[in-house]
């Protein structure tokens, strides 16, 4: 009985297989696709969900309005949300759903350095091999390790490391205690910042302190940075760490900015820390090696649409990779709507030699890949906590 | 040398004011383990709980702009009161309904099911509560005046974690040694056959055990929202791992054990964080119980016994 009917189901699929082919035998280079799907990959939910949530609801928009606006010749494109909670393990389980399935045709994301680096050869290894364009993950390793998969819209850590340093010295810092969280995006740029401080300012003492990742008990880096006497705190996090560890400062009379001064980086420049932190984290500064979209000119119509949709506070709650997301998106569907189709299908491989060759207009003006994958042109922005806001205060130019 | 007297002074405070919260949290697995012979994992995340709940009295107590809408120590006994009634009946709950369905199943199952209450509550409160870190608003609550002997410097949050950690200890110490009731419990844990024999009701004395335990883990929840001003969904995952490493270093099943055990864990985790490396500041207290296992089984305070783990 079971038998028979699986029987007649593989028939009517043989069926509809042959239908198939023949309807869209005649659809060309310029046809119509079938179907077009798009994945976003971040920490959506868990521990960093204050970067993660923000960049989906930008990438929603993103998809939202490429669909209204025609999609890839009429064809809407779908969007898969792959939440992996900061973990490369959960990312491995997610993206097999997409390396098997061809009409995938990239990932926004992943976001966290980690789980990129984790990844990567799964993407490549993929057949076709799977693109992924990410709005935040800066590590050097990601694009030196000719992955032609991997693009980015953010700066590279080797940018940011040098900038984070040349703001250090430019603010007269003597004593700087640089903190990393033990991961690979994070301890590879409190390395680039001791590098140029012992390379171009060698009179700044320096000592280093590794936090461990979630941890909230600061006591024996807070007495550490008492009895080395820092003028300044730079720490390389992610972001949660951040809250617990300037509240602890406080707590022992090293208050910002009088007492002591702190430059955090990206992910620190997140405003929920200023009320997280009770306010010992206002007039702290932090840079990004992307850009708010807030007060760029190209970006205003996407900030309205962003608040229209999500509420009027919805983008300084969003994070500090809304506009990089929503860039990163837009990237990856000009690629795919520049692909050619060829019996209602757009290959991998063709995204990708697009992304590769292609420029795209985006909010932050045009955005070109080098060879590498890295993007032509990053600045770094330094930010400050003031009143409920972190406000852009100065770029550095790497 | 001086500096470095002083430096000890401060890192061995530090450790204290660490200890006493992992003792808090130790005592509730080797009161269990002392009765049940079983390793009650989802304590961890009876901690957790806690916390979230004095989070969520100060949240109702203290206004977003930062006032405190009662006195500040009345609102931090409300918060102390409310997490420990509410984790106590949580743990009594879990008891009820977790364990003693399967007290007299092989050993394993109780503690695969404490794995899975474990999972159950950070699931929880990932979900319904909140998947990111909350705020417990405690600058109003805890004057922010640091205090300052000789060298070394103590946040007053700190010192209430100590000395509330202590007091609290001494209670439990006095209700176990110098009670009727606690000497049922010690003659339950001794064993729980004869205890029967004897009288007294094994099941009320387990009850009021999980109940005292996790009382105890749920005022740790407090103390260290008001320290560290921030409560999470995982917090009880390390601290909870920390905490049982604590007991047993000092001998599991054994009350005095668990809170030496702990005091010993956060002095030398603070000792190794500060003058070895804060990268393996967590390797010092895993370190310190592999020694300890390997020179003397029982632990410290614990008695060898041919039957007993």
């Known amino acids: 009985m079971i038998r028979s009917r ?36 971040g920490p959506f939910t868990g521990d960093e969900a204050s970067i993660g949530a923000g960049a989906l609801q930008a990438i929603q928009l993103a998809v939202e309005d490429f669909n209204k606006a025609g999609g890839v010749n009429g064809t809407q494109v779908s969007l898969l949300v792959w939440d992996d909670q900061h973990s490369a393990q959960t990312a491995a389980t997610l993206q097999a759903q997409g390396i098997s399935d061809p009409t995938v045709l990239g990932v926004v994301g992943p976001m966290n350095s980690g789980v990129v680096l984790g990844t990567l050869q799964g993407l490549q290894g993929a057949n076709p091999p799977l693109p992924m364009v990410s709005e935040s993950a800066s590590n050097v390793k990601i694009t030196d390790q000719s992955f032609s998969v991997a693009h980015r819209v953010c700066a590279r850590d080797d940018a940011q490391g040098p900038a984070d340093g040349k703001f250090l010295v430019e603010k007269k810092a003597t004593k700087v205690e640089i903190m990393d969280a033990k991961s690979d995006y994070s301890t590879a740029l409190a390395d680039q910042v001791a590098k140029y401080l012992s390379s171009n300012a060698p009179s700044v003492k320096v000592q280093r302190d590794s936090a461990q990742h979630g941890q909230t008990d600061f006591h024996t880096i807070v007495t550490h940075i008492q009895n080395f006497g820092a003028d300044w705190v730079y720490f390389a996090d992610e972001g949660p760490e951040v809250a617990p560890l300037v509240q602890q400062l406080k707590a022992v009379g090293l ?36 850009a708010s979209p807030i007060g760029v000119d190209t970006a205003a119509s996407f900030v309205t649409r962003f608040k229209s949709k999500y509420g009027a506070d919805s983008v300084s709650k969003a994070g500090p990779f809304v506009g990089s997301a929503y860039e990163a998106t837009q990237v990856l569907l000009q690629a795919i709507k520049a692909s050619p189709v060829n019996n209602g299908k757009i290959s991998r491989t063709d995204v990708q030699s697009r992304l590769g060759s292609g420029s795209f207009g985006t909010i932050f003006g045009t955005v070109k890949f080098d060879a590498k994958g890295d993007v032509a042109g990053g600045g770094i922005y330094v930010y400050q906590a003031k009143g409920t806001d972190m406000v852009v205060v100065e770029k550095i130019s790497g | ?82 997490a420990m009634a509410g984790a106590g009946l949580l743990g009594v709950g879990i008891e009820r309904f977790a364990y003693r369905p399967l007290r007299n199943a092989n050993r394993l199952a109780p503690l695969i099911t404490a794995v899975g209450v474990s999972l159950l ?12 870190p909350v705020t417990v608003r405690s600058d109003p609550l805890i004057p922010l005046t640091v205090l300052r002997l000789g060298g070394i410097t103590v946040p007053p949050s700190s010192l209430l974690l100590f000395v509330v950690a ?30 029967t024999f004897m009288g007294i009701d094994v099941d009320r004395i387990i009850v009021v055990t999980f109940l005292i335990g996790s009382a105890l883990a ?18 009880g995952y390390l601290l909870g791992i920390k905490a049982f490493t604590a007991a047993v270093i000092g001998g599991i099943g054994n009350v005095r054990g668990a809170m030496a055990g702990g005091l010993v864990l956060g002095v030398l985790e603070n000792l190794g964080g500060g003058f070895v490396s804060t990268a393996f500041q967590d390797s010092f207290a895993f370190l310190a119980l592999i020694l300890v296992l390997m020179l003397r089984p029982q632990g410290l305070f614990g008695q060898a016994q041919a039957d007993r783990a």
């Open chain 2, 121 to 132: 509550l950070e699931s929880v409160v990932q979900v319904q509560v909140s998947p990111a």
């Open chain 2, 166 to 195: 202590i007091a609290l200890m001494a209670a439990l110490d006095r209700f176990i040694f110098a009670t009727r009731f606690g000497s049922a419990m010690r003659a339950t844990a001794q064993d729980r056959e004869a205890a």
């Open chain 2, 218 to 235: 749920g005022m740790g929840g407090v103390l260290y929202g008001l320290q560290f001003a921030t409560v999470n969904f995982f917090m």
């Open chain 2, 1 to 82: 040398m001086e500096h470095f007297l002083g430096l000890f002074a401060q890192y061995l405070v530090n450790g204290l004011e660490t200890g006493s919260l992992y003792a808090l949290i130790a005592l509730g697995y080797t009161l269990v383990y002392g009765i049940l012979e079983m390793l009650n994992f989802a304590h961890g995340d009876v901690f957790m709980v806690g916390g979230f709940l004095g989070a969520g009295v100060a949240g109702v107590l203290v206004s977003q702009s930062g006032v405190a809408l009662l006195p500040a120590p009345l609102v931090v006994l409300l918060m102390m009161v409310v």
């Open chain 1, 6 to 41: 699986i029987l007649a189901l593989t028939a009517v699929a043989g069926l509809a297989l042959t239908a198939c082919g023949g309807t869209t035998g005649t659809g060309g280079q310029s046809g119509k696709p079938d179907k077009v799907q798009i994945a976003a990959e």
């Open chain 1, 255 to 290: 208050t910002i900015p009088d007492k002591i001064n702190f430059l955090g980086s990206d992910g620190t420049e997140d405003p929920s820390i200023i009320s997280a932190s009770q306010g010992a984290y206002l007039s702290a500064y932090s840079t990004n090696v992307t």
